[in-house]
């Protein structure tokens, strides 16, 4: 089992930047994956980027590849999603995942999440 706890949402300006935090503990048997995914209201959770948590190979989705950063710390114990020039269509719930096994950007196929947190982009 794996538990996954994230932190640093809130409320930010279009054009700015905020930082998000996922913690994880736990075991897992085989090759783990970490991940981000977001989902705006009335819309489907959509994945963001992805990290081989044994190999460090960082995959992202193409809508946010160059403003959105996946990366982990040296302990391996939690993972963080930079996100700058933020834009209003940013507003979503952000949800840290995992899963055994290669990343996969489609959210039926991670087995672990976070609560959840709210990021809200003003104009």
């Known amino acids: 089992q794996v538990q996954l706890v994230e932190s640093g949402g809130g409320l930010a300006q279009a054009g700015g930047s905020l930082r998000l935090s996922c913690a994880a503990s736990g075991r897992a048997s085989g090759s783990l994956s970490m991940g981000w995914f977001r989902q705006a209201a009335g819309k489907e959770r959509e994945f963001l980027g992805a990290?081989?948590?044994?190999?460090?190979?960082?995959y992202y989705a193409d809508a946010v590849k160059g403003r959105f950063t996946v990366f982990r710390d040296g302990a391996k114990t939690t993972q963080y999603l930079t996100m700058t020039n933020l834009k209003p269509e940013d507003t979503a719930v952000y949800y840290c995942?995992?899963?055994?096994?290669?990343?996969?950007?489609?959210?039926?196929?991670?087995?672990?999440w976070g609560q959840g947190t709210q990021v809200t982009v003003s104009s």
């Open positions: 995942a995992a899963r055994i096994g290669p990343y996969r950007s489609d959210p039926a196929a991670w087995s672990y």
């Open positions: 990290i081989n948590w044994s190999t460090g190979s960082i």
